[in-house]
């Protein structure tokens, strides 16, 4: 258990924002995040981002921060853990808290990434994988490890590429009700199965896209009706031929037993969950890791509609990685954003009665995983 | 292919500290370079660096002689089970061909 709240959330719009800096985004969620919490003073800043340096040649984030809105001379910092960039940063911040030193922290998560070609992006998003190797040598990219990974449990399991497509599928169903979500045009079953290859099974629709925008969170020790019940972060392997287990992601099962833990519940007692699907099989990987479905069972359960927002473990209500968008340092912060929503009561996609909530930020192939468990109290 | 072992682990990759026992020493052996196909994809969008290669196939072999698992590169298309081996080692890549 953590003693920490949320007091404050702000996001912008996700998708082309060609008119705006990675600075303008990250500036406006936080500055909509402060007011949603009243102005409280700030004691620290973490900004999660991945490749603000490389594709934008823009550091100092935190800085860039805490002076343009006015915090004064407080600590600040930039996170990297690739894509978990944003859920490393949040739970600095709970760190921060719980350690005595901040009251309260201002987190927040940027990337700018359209404004570069695909080639580019796929190459800076290369860094996430452990370049050093006969891997990266190889040509292996980052959603080419999920493709080599989707084929095994194809082989495995009774799986098809139309249970990809099925996650591809909901989560578009589920961002035409996020005013806040990249895509919000309708996609058919036939076009997301027919769609051009990326990296054989995915297809365009099985990707997570390119994505400018940014979120941001204001946590506190004061009291608020939204309580951080866990925070957990572990590291996994770094390399596919590494893996003991292909078909199982241990980053993401570790840190999910860990939150389980120390909140004191189980994946039953879970409501509403955003995970990290920036490939369609990533999703069914992380349902299974995370004990909502078992192990090599998870494409039943998105088969049966159980994960959509009508089912008994509604996924990614807010269009999850595939069709909110993802903005790679920005997307753990925008998970939490939704699962606030859904507890305050006013959600797109808003799930009944929702009182406890899952988010699951994955980083690299692997190597990254944070959960953090969010309670109405 | 060199592989090190430590605890019953074998890698193709050296790490500074065995993940089991925390030991420093790694036994070295050559094994064979022959594999079946545990996995692979086919790559058509590719990072600048390799784009002119696109569409090509990275494969994961799972070696004949070890407990371990190797990541290649292969120019013809592959299915899994598929008896491979090593072709050429090439900029640091294994290019595996089918047997």
């Known amino acids: 258990m953590t003693e920490t709240y949320i007091h404050g959330?702000?996001?912008?719009?996700?998708?082309?924002?060609?008119?705006?800096s990675m600075k303008d985004l990250l500036l406006d969620a936080c500055a909509e995040a402060l007011k949603d919490a009243g102005r409280p003073k700030v004691d620290a800043v973490f900004i999660g981002n991945f490749m603000g340096g490389s594709i934008s040649n823009q550091e100092i984030l935190g800085a860039i921060v805490?002076?343009?809105?006015?915090?004064?001379?407080?600590?600040?910092?930039?996170?990297?853990?690739?894509?978990?960039?944003?859920?490393?940063?949040?739970?600095?911040?709970?760190?921060?808290i719980l350690s005595g030193e901040y009251d309260t922290v201002l987190v927040a998560g940027v990337e700018k990434m359209k404004h570069a070609s695909t080639a580019d992006v796929t190459q800076a998003i290369n860094a996430a994988m452990d370049t050093t190797t006969n891997e990266k040598s190889a040509g292996l990219t980052f959603p080419g490890f999920f493709g080599v990974l989707a084929n095994r449990y194809f082989n495995e399991t009774g799986a098809t590429k139309e249970h990809l497509a099925r996650v591809a599928l909901k989560n578009r169903e589920n961002a035409l009700n996020n005013p806040l979500a990249q895509f919000q045009k309708p996609a058919t079953l036939e076009e997301?199965?027919?769609?051009?290859?990326?990296?054989?099974?995915?297809?365009?629709?099985?990707?997570?896209?390119?994505?400018?925008?940014?979120?941001?969170?204001?946590?506190?020790?004061k009291k608020s009706p939204i309580h951080i019940r866990a925070t957990a972060q572990v590291s996994g392997p770094t390399k596919m031929q590494d893996a003991k287990n292909l078909l199982s992601i241990p980053a993401i099962g570790e840190s999910g037993r860990i939150a389980y833990e120390k909140a004191g519940i189980g994946p039953e007692d879970i409501d509403v969950v955003e995970i990290h699907d920036c490939f369609s099989m990533t999703e069914i990987i992380a349902i299974e890791e995370l004990g909502f479905f078992p192990r090599l069972e998870g494409w039943r359960a998105v088969e049966e509609g159980r994960t959509k927002v009508t089912g008994d473990k509604p996924v990614n209500t807010s269009g999850g990685l595939l069709s909110r968008g993802h903005p790679i340092g920005a997307t753990g912060i925008a998970q939490v954003y939704q699962l606030v929503r859904q507890l305050r009561g006013n959600a797109a996609n808003q799930v009944e009665n929702a009182k406890i909530a899952l988010a699951q930020n994955l980083g690299g192939t692997g190597s990254y995983s944070t959960v953090h468990i969010l309670e109405r109290v | 292919m060199k592989i090190y072992s430590?605890?019953?682990?074998?890698?193709?990759?050296?790490?500074?500290?065995?993940?089991?026992?925390?030991?420093?020493?790694?036994?070295?052996?050559?094994?064979s370079d022959s594999g079946t196909i545990y996995s692979f994809t086919k790559i058509h969008v590719a990072p600048t660096e390799f784009a002119e290669l696109a569409p090509y196939n990275v494969v994961l072999v799972d070696l004949d002689e070890a407990d371990c698992k190797v990541t290649a590169r292969m120019l013809n298309d592959v299915s899994i089970g598929d008896h491979v081996t090593l072709d050429r080692i090439e900029n640091g890549a294994?290019?595996?061909?089918t047997i």
């Open chain 2, 94 to 97: 294994y290019i595996y061909r």
């Open chain 1, 66 to 96: 805490a002076n343009d809105l006015g915090l004064g001379y407080i600590p600040t910092a930039k996170v990297e853990g690739a894509c978990a960039s944003g859920g490393i940063a949040l739970r600095q911040g709970i760190l921060g």
């Open chain 1, 9 to 20: 959330i702000g996001m912008t719009k996700f998708g082309t924002l060609s008119e705006s």
């Open chain 1, 192 to 221: 997301i199965m027919n769609a051009r290859m990326i990296t054989e099974p995915l297809g365009l629709f099985d990707c997570s896209p390119m994505t400018d925008g940014a979120a941001a969170i204001v946590i506190s020790r």
């Open chain 2, 6 to 31: 430590c605890c019953g682990n074998e890698s193709v990759t050296k790490k500074y500290f065995c993940p089991e026992c925390g030991g420093s020493e790694f036994e070295e052996k050559e094994v």
